[in-house]
């Protein structure tokens, strides 16, 4: 019993400290001397003289008075009573926490919520170790390994999470309702901070240009999701207004366009963007040479205020490039392996099987087919008068039958599945002075045609340095090598024998071919074969210095080389050598391509920024120079040794047409340019942006170099109006436009413009003569593209955001290469001939769906339209290059690259020629010669529509990312190469050709032609579409699929901080392509290129 009493005694010790001490903390009395003041500087107040925090959102305060409270020694119950009394807010204090809260809604203070969810880094991997607190308190948490993080606090709507991480950018996400959140933080080596530098990796990314400008910036961890090694095709669906085509086998360099094509000339020199990494320009070869593994972030940069700070390089957009830089803490090293398979791709024209081939060739009636040879028919006609013709007709038969059981699909036997490796290894860390980051790459992808590769090594090595508070500098080294094989020339390609090889003919080495009379099956191989080699080295550095409050200066310079060699061989054996009529110690083709391309780029830019009040202006120039130097080598040589299969092995000694030619250029071109910008906002609602650049080129001649680009933009953020900040369902609502020029000297080279000269083969005694390179235009002005556009950002919920915008983009004085009389001395000449234009509509609409902490999924889709047409020909409505020619090049009112040919009737069933409608509405049989009236537009060869849908889902440690990429509203012209007449019925043919060829008189609804007929149908079938020869090129393709897995925290633990993550994915891209295109591949096209199937299985892990 005395030890109950005791125990009761100590109880109500205890208790009684407690109360007393809740009684003190109570009544802690406070000192206030505030005059017109603020609340929240009275809540700094508080706190100084005590523990208690504050929670409440920004919004609350707005329509409180300044305060003026002069008390001593009171409790905090006066002050607050003071300080709210006549406003509609109360208060509730809870464990040291002051709540404020509105008179008209008292539940509030007693409400509290859990708020969780996690925390990534750019690549979707967690951070452990994050600090998640409410803005204005102390109440917080980190998150564990595997980023994941839980809160409870009281519920104050419009309260701000704050996420802060060393070496990332600080978050900041106010509470709208919804208690999941999970946030991405960034680098943080783009900030500036007041007391501290911090290098800008690109000087010319300024953040007002994208408040009033279009800057779409792609995911890279989803573009790194594709298992394919080109940097270009990786990009394709990324964007809208993006547009990435595939222009044949692996290997081939892919068409990047944004926007459309701005000029009349064909090409990427004229057309593809300016390609811009830690801002160094380099060229689009150095671009597809980069390692995507190496790549942070790419910002497409689309109108006039996002691009006119780069100038006249800039006409075509922007890809802003920036690559992986260290980070402030321990050093991780990261390993990835992607090992899989590539298979040989969609079969486009289904082809005939032996029995239909060999009734066709009896229907062709060619004596050098089996089909006709073997057949009855024949030996009818040759042999009626035989007295053993019934024999003869039987062993036809018989050979006919043993030829119909052979059914060789060439589809499979010449096109084979190949393998897929990448090794990615990267180490990077530091400390808050000193950053690094190092990568070291190797990929290697097996194409569907033997003898078709690619392998590439690329090194990447970064570093930053603070080296005062003041001062920060980044140098970066990198190079690559890449080595592309391929059999497929200009005059052949294994390919192509998938559509004239027979399916009754085989391997068989010792079988002569009918399909290639004179040869076997070995003697279509090494007929030819093509070495490309890209070497790859730049470097670059920048200087970021900050002396005084606001200002900055930044510096970036760097060089960027390319080497380029081209071998290409065309052995003696090659049956096009064996069958060319030349000697036999002229046989043999070697041409051989050597180019090197090396820019200098430099740029010095000064920024500065000041704040006062609710006012933001930055105001910034910059001085730049830009130099390329392009020298190039080409050999062609004939009687190649075969021993000896480089330039040393041709015969020198030939004379006459196969004679060793050589091509040389050697180009130096400079480029110097001064800008200046100016930006403005006001309390984050309005914004203002205008630029202005002024370029000097050396292409064109001294009292012409000036050129300039400029461009002023607006941006109207309503959702910053203090009556919709913290609305609940209109998160976010912005309204910009921007209207600028731009100059453009794409593509055009020196000897345009001025006089340039070249050494001829031709000598005057003992000297070589001097020659124009080509006539050069003393008028010649740059094109000026003038563009409008205007768009609107909708945030819905914090859960749905969608982007739209309008644009028009006008090219005046268009530049192309028009004819002019030979008595020139030339047959064409560059003028400024037009005016071309493109309008467009983009979308882009992205759905939060679940945003859990353990389950996620969200979806994106984005489309874009762009309507391409000529808008004025200076001089004519129709433009033709060639006065033979009966097809436009250009015609006012129609797109640049509009099919052109006659409108087909159908066969007709007496003649089984074509009947097309003239201009004049009559019916013109094949056999007549066609005229410019009866030439029409038959449709776009670009797809006007272009999109793509991203859909990605998260439960637990598995990822799920499946994307689709669409065009649509595009035409192609039918190769028609594989419908056989009588003059080519050795090939085979498309199946269903029999029943659905003209053969006899009467025969109707037929698709294809009599199989005989005059050279003037020949001109009209082959060199022009026709309505009936061209299809819809449209498609839907799967383009990428991704399952990972993340190894738990747990299980990474038992390694004991060794690996500190790790997954596992299945990768695809290129899946499935849905189309009605009837031939083999609707982007490039061609019978010959489509972009080859990839499956891949990564492992990831970093240490």
């Known amino acids: 019993m005395e030890g109950n009493n005791v125990f009761r005694r100590m109880l109500w010790i205890v208790l009684l400290v407690l109360c007393c001490g809740s009684l003190f903390a109570q009544q802690k009395k406070l000192t206030i001397d505030l005059k017109n003041g603020s609340f929240a500087q009275l809540t700094d107040l508080i706190k100084k003289q005590s523990k208690y925090t504050f929670f409440f959102n920004n919004a609350m305060l707005s329509n409180l008075k300044r305060l003026t409270i002069q008390v001593n020694e009171v409790s905090i119950d006066s002050v607050l009573n003071l300080a709210l009394k006549g406003s509609e807010l ?120 994208a408040k009033t400008g279009v800057v779409s910036e792609v995911d890279v961890r989803r573009m790194n999701n594709k298992p394919v090694m080109d940097m270009a095709l990786a990009l394709q669906g990324m964007a809208p207004g993006l547009i990435v085509t595939n222009k044949g086998d692996l290997g081939s360099k892919p068409e990047i366009r944004i926007r459309g094509t701005s000029s009349l000339r064909e090409g990427d020199a004229a057309n593809e963007p300016l390609y811009v990494l830690d801002g160094q320009v380099i060229s689009s070869d150095a671009f597809l040479t980069l390692n995507p593994n190496d790549i942070k972030e790419i910002k497409i940069l689309k109108d006039a205020a996002a691009c006119a700070l780069y100038g006249i390089k800039a006409a075509n957009g922007v890809l802003e490039i920036t690559s992986q830089r260290g980070t402030a803490g321990k050093m991780v090293y990261s390993y990835s392996f992607s090992g899989g398979v590539t298979l040989r791709g969609r079969r486009g024209v289904k082809m005939m099987d032996s029995k239909e081939k060999l009734e066709l060739e009896r229907r062709l009636g060619n004596t050098a087919t089996p089909g006709y040879r073997y057949s009855e028919d024949y030996y009818r006609r040759y042999h009626a008068n035989d007295p053993n013709l019934a024999a ?22 010449l096109l084979r599945n190949n393998f897929y490796q990448e090794h990615n290894l990267s180490a990077k860390g530091g400390s808050e002075q000193t950053s690094f980051y190092a990568s070291l790459n190797y990929s290697q992808q097996g194409g569907r045609i033997p003898g078709n590769d690619i392998k590439r090594v690329t090194a990447r090595l970064s570093v930053d340095q603070e080296i005062t508070s003041k001062l920060y500098a980044s140098l970066s080294v990198n190079g690559g090598y890449s080595v592309t094989n391929t059999p497929n020339g200009t005059t052949y390609s294994p390919t192509d024998l998938i559509y004239q090889l027979n399916p009754y003919e085989t391997k068989d080495v010792n079988a002569e071919l009918v399909s290639f009379p004179g040869r076997t099956y070995a003697d279509l191989f090494n007929q030819y074969s093509e070495k490309t080699s890209d070497k790859r080295a730049g470097i670059s550095g920048s200087l970021n210095y900050s002396g005084i409050k606001g200002l900055e200066i930044a510096a970036v310079a760097g060089v960027d080389y390319v080497l380029s060699e081209n071998l290409g061989i065309t052995p003696p054996t090659a049956y096009s050598e064996l069958t060319s009529g030349a000697d036999e110690r002229e046989r043999g083709i070697l041409t051989k391509d050597k180019n090197t391309k090396m820019n ?35 050999i062609t040589g004939y009687g190649l040794s075969k021993k000896m299969q480089s330039p040393s092995g041709v015969n020198q000694s030939i004379e006459g047409n196969r004679k060793p030619s050589f091509t040389s250029r050697n180009e130096k071109t400079a480029q110097l340019g001064i800008g200046v910008l100016a930006g403005y906002s006001w309390n984050g609602i309005y914004d203002l942006f205008g630029t202005y650049k002024s370029d000097a080129s050396s292409v064109l001649p001294s009292d012409k170099r000036w050129n300039s680009a400029w461009a002023v933009g607006g941006g109207w953020t309503l959702s910053n109006y203090s009556f919709l900040r913290n609305n609940g369902t209109l998160t976010e609502l912005k309204l910009k436009a921007s209207y600028g020029c731009t100059a453009s000297l794409q593509g055009v080279s020196p000897s345009s413009a001025v006089a340039t000269f070249q050494y001829s083969e031709d000598t005057y005694g003992n000297d070589q003569l001097l020659s124009l390179v ?21 945030g819905l919920w914090n859960r749905v955001t ?47 769906m679940v945003d859990r902490p353990k389950w ?54 007496m003649t089984g020629l074509p009947v097309f409608k003239g201009g004049d509405g009559r019916e013109i049989s094949a056999i007549e010669r066609l005229t410019r009236d009866d030439i029409v537009a038959l449709g776009h060869s670009t797809p006007p529509y272009s999109g793509s849908f991203f859909y990605s889902l998260s439960y637990g440690n598995f990822d799920l990312d499946v994307d689709f990429y669409f065009v649509f509203g595009g035409k192609k012209a039918y190769s028609f190469s594989y419908v056989r007449g009588f003059d080519n019925a050795r090939y085979n043919a498309i199946v269903g050709q029999v029943n659905n060829m003209w053969f006899q008189e009467g025969d109707e609804g037929k698709i294809y032609h009599r199989p005989y007929y005059s050279s003037s149908a020949v001109d009209n079938l082959k060199l022009y579409a026709n309505s009936r020869t061209i299809g819809k090129s449209d498609y839907l393709r799967l383009s990428s699929l991704s399952l990972r897995y993340r190894l738990p925290y747990k299980w990474i633990e038992k390694t004991k901080n060794v690996i500190q993550y790790a997954s ?33 299985l990564k492992l990831s892990v970093s240490f």
């Open 774 to 794: 080509g006539l050069y235009n003393a008028d010649l002005k740059p094109e000026q593209t003038i563009d409008i556009d205007a768009g609107i950002t909708l």
């Open 90 to 209: 109360t208060y509730k204090i809870k464990d040291n926490t002051v709540i404020l809260y509105s008179r008209d809604a008292p539940e509030a203070g007693n409400k509290t919520v859990k708020i969780e969810g996690q925390v990534n880094d750019e690549a979707g991997m967690p951070l452990p170790g994050v600090n998640v607190f409410i803005k204005g308190t102390t109440v917080g948490t980190v998150t564990d390994m595997n980023g994941n993080y839980s809160l409870v606090v009281p519920e104050v709507m419009g309260m701000e999470v704050m996420f802060t991480f060393i070496g990332k950018q600080t978050r900041e996400v106010k509470y709208s309702g919804t208690r999941f959140m999970n946030v991405v933080l960034k680098d943080s080596y783009n900030e500036m901070e007041e007391v501290q530098v911090r290098a800008r990796a690109n000087v010319n990314e300024i953040d007002v240009r």
């Open 856 to 909: 996620r999924m969200s979806g994106r889709l984005s489309m874009a339209y762009n309507q391409n047409k000529v808008v004025d020909l200076y001089h004519t409505d129709r433009l033709f290059t060639s006065e033979e020619s009966i097809v436009p090049d250009f015609e006012v009112g129609k797109s640049y690259d509009m099919i052109y040919g006659p409108i087909s009737l159908g066969i007709d069933p």
């Open 600 to 634: 200098l780029s430099s740029n010095v830019r000064v920024t500065y920024n000041k704040m006062f009040g609710k006012h933001d202006l930055t105001l910034g120039a910059n001085f730049d120079y830009y130099s390329d130097h392009v020298d190039n080598l080409g």
């Open 392 to 413: 003869l007709i039987a062993q036809g038969k018989q050979k006919l039958d043993s030829l119909a059981n052979i059914n060789t699909d060439w589809f499979k036997e």
């Open 1064 to 1096: 596992v994915a299945f990768q695809a891209s290129n899946l499935f392509t849905w189309t009605h295109y009837k031939e083999s591949d609707p982007e490039s096209g061609s019978l010959v290129g489509t972009q080859q199937p990839v499956f891949t």
């Open 802 to 848: 969608l982007n739209a915008g309008w644009y028009r983009r006008r090219t005046k004085d268009a530049l192309l290469d028009v004819p002019i009389p030979a008595s020139n001395g030339f047959t064409t000449l560059r003028r400024n001939i037009g005016i071309l234009e493109n309008n467009g509509i983009e979308g882009e609409l992205f759905v939060k």
